[in-house]
């Protein structure tokens, strides 16, 4: 089940106001072209902004997404007709045959369930070409980056066109080994709304994913540096032989 700040219409329309910055998602663009890849299986896609623009470039693009109410506002851009969507996961889709499969941001994270985590990683195989890649993202667990998630550390006030103005912050509610559970809070100035978003997140280590790669069939490429998040996060570049 995807988390309430995305599967919520309200939540999930503003979800791109309240994080307008992508720029963490340029060297995936770069790496998609580095590959030379001409289909891609974003995984995760929530509302649609790295499948539209990997669409931009010309690449064909299947956007998955668990949470409908994303899908519908990613399918509502410009250019949204330019993308095939499916209200899914990599575990019920129909045969593919793609150049690259994506999980960006947070979405490998999310799966904390070890059974779906590796019926993922099936789903994605099945998903590439002989020759395909897979790059996912994972934050560093040594790091601790959950130790930042406060409401002092995050708090936000936002005057959003349409909408007025939302507070948001995130409080940390509990570190369980390698899960972490915390709460979005949105606060809707224009009716009093108080809006609350659980989400856990598993922090897997190196190692773990590199096994976990290996039991469902890739062979691992490389493992690199996050620009955007140098020496907190890795980026895993997985083949399909």
């Known amino acids: 089940m995807a988390d309430e700040c995305f599967t919520d219409p309200r939540l999930a329309a503003l979800y791109d106001a309240l994080d307008p910055d992508r720029s963490d998602l340029l060297p995936y663009l770069a790496l998609a072209e580095e590959l030379g890849a001409r289909s891609v299986l974003d995984l995760g896609c929530g509302t649609g902004v790295f499948a539209l ?35 899914g996961d990599a575990t019920t889709l129909a045969p593919l045959r793609v150049d690259l499969v994506t999980m960006t941001a947070n979405v490998a994270q999310a799966i904390t369930d070890p059974a779906d985590w590796l019926a993922t990683l099936r789903g994605a195989h099945a998903a590439l070409r002989p020759g ?36 948001c912050w995130i409080d940390l509610l509990d570190v369980n080994g390698p899960l972490v559970t915390f709460r979005s809070h949105y606060v809707f100035a224009s009716d009093g709304r108080h809006l ?25 490429h490389e493992v690199r540096d996050a620009p955007d998040r140098p020496g907190r996060e890795f980026v895993f570049l997985a083949r399909r032989p």
């Not at 598993?202 to 590199?210: G, I, Q, S």
């Open 132 to 167: 395909g890649h897979l790059v996912f993202e994972t934050r560093d667990p040594s790091r601790r980056a959950w130790e930042g998630w406060t409401r002092e550390a995050t708090h936000q006030l936002d005057d959003l066109p349409e909408v007025g103005q939302v507070e």
């Open 196 to 220: 609350t978003s659980d989400s856990t997140l598993r922090f897997r280590e190196r190692a773990e994913v590199t096994a976990d790669l290996q039991a469902a069939g890739f062979g691992l």
């Open 53 to 87: 623009l990997l669409a931009e470039r010309g690449i064909e693009v299947t956007g998955v997404d668990p949470a409908a109410a994303s899908v519908e506002v990613a399918r509502a851009k410009p250019g949204g007709d330019g993308v095939r969507w499916i209200c």
